[in-house]
């Protein structure tokens, strides 16, 4: 059974840092692209950052180019985010997912979720 589960989230003051951990199980974890979403309150899930592990390729949404960073232990099938200079509209649940393709930043190719961590970024 695959498995994504994220950790990492929590309340911090606007400037401030966190790293978030997506712990995969139940596929080949070299074979995957990961991904970090996240949905805000009232808006459409948003794509953030996807990292393919074949080829160590990624991809940011621009709003976070320069501030967040994904990255992976593949000994231990984890992607982590880290979130740096965290501004109050960072604010959502972020997710992470898997597909077996190409980073992407659309969320419908991705096959597989977690339940997502709560991000605030407070002013």
């Known amino acids: 059974e695959v498995q994504l589960v994220e950790s990492g989230g929590g309340l911090v003051q606007a400037g401030g840092s966190l790293r978030l951990s997506c712990a995969a199980s139940?596929?080949?974890?070299?074979?995957?692209?990961i991904a970090w979403f996240r949905q805000a309150p009232g808006k459409e899930r948003e794509f953030v950052a996807a990292?393919?592990?074949?080829?160590?390729?990624?991809i940011y949404a621009d709003s976070v180019k320069g501030r967040f960073t994904i990255s992976d232990d593949s000994a231990k099938s984890t992607v982590y985010l880290q979130m740096n200079d965290l501004k109050p509209e960072d604010t959502a649940v972020y997710f992470c997912?898997?597909?077996?393709?190409?980073?992407?930043?659309?969320?419908?190719?991705?096959?597989?979720w977690g339940q997502g961590t709560q991000v605030t970024v407070s002013a």
């Open positions: 997912a898997a597909n077996q393709a190409s980073a992407t930043p659309y969320a419908d190719w991705y096959a597989f």
């Open positions: 990292l393919t592990r074949n080829s160590g390729g990624t």
């Open positions: 139940g596929f080949t974890f070299d074979d995957y692209t």
